[in-house]
């Protein structure tokens, strides 16, 4: 039996802002990766279901970067929406490119086609217009820009 596959709902886009200068990153001991972190400096939020900005200094992204030119991404920060709703996002994702295109993204060169890059955001929310985001599994796509970094989110239905 098979059952009714999911669609998928265009809920926003986000354009996420990095503070200028190189990012953090180091090897861990005994680890076959590097581990970095660059803060949130802001950004903007704009779609059918949800409008607002990304709150400067609420967070960032601790990524996992391997030689493979495979990246982990574990970020968390917050978000307000235009009536002042203050919403916790945890991004989780991967994103994959040659070792030669991750080197000119490290650099903030733009790489001539962007890397593969998915995410799987989940999101907390207090009671009242933004609450049905607790209850929804959401997808999205990615591609960094420089200093920003570009998501279109999708609900799962």
Same mark, same amino acid.
Do not use: W
């Given at each position: 039996m098979k059952l009714k596959q999911p669609e998928l709902q265009y809920a926003f886009? @986000?354009?996420l802002e990095f503070p200028p200068g190189d990012r953090l990153r180091?090897? +861990?001991?005994?680890? $076959?990766f590097r581990r970095g972190f660059v803060a949130? #400096?802001?950004?903007t939020i704009q779609g059918p279901l949800l409008n607002g900005r990304v709150v400067?200094?609420?967070g960032g992204d601790w990524p996992r970067i391997w030689?493979?030119?495979?990246?982990e991404f574990e970020a968390? *920060? @917050?978000?307000? #929406?235009? $009536?002042?709703? +203050? &919403? *916790?996002?945890?991004?989780?994702?991967? #994103?994959? #490119?040659? +070792?030669?295109?991750?080197?000119l993204i490290e650099q903030g060169?733009? +790489?001539l086609e962007p890397p593969y890059?998915? &995410?799987t955001p989940r999101f907390e929310a207090p009671a009242g217009a933004y609450e049905w985001l607790n209850r929804k599994i959401f997808v999205g796509t990615c591609e960094r820009r420089g200093d920003r970094s570009l998501f279109d989110y999708y609900v799962v239905n």
């Open positions: 886009s @986000m354009e180091f090897q +861990p001991e005994h680890h $076959d949130v #400096a802001g950004g400067s200094g609420s030689k493979s030119g495979l990246i968390h *920060y @917050m978000l307000e #929406a235009n $009536d002042g709703t +203050p &919403i *916790y996002i945890h991004n989780s994702g991967i #994103a994959f #490119a040659s +070792p030669d295109t991750l080197k060169q733009q +790489p890059c998915r &995410i």
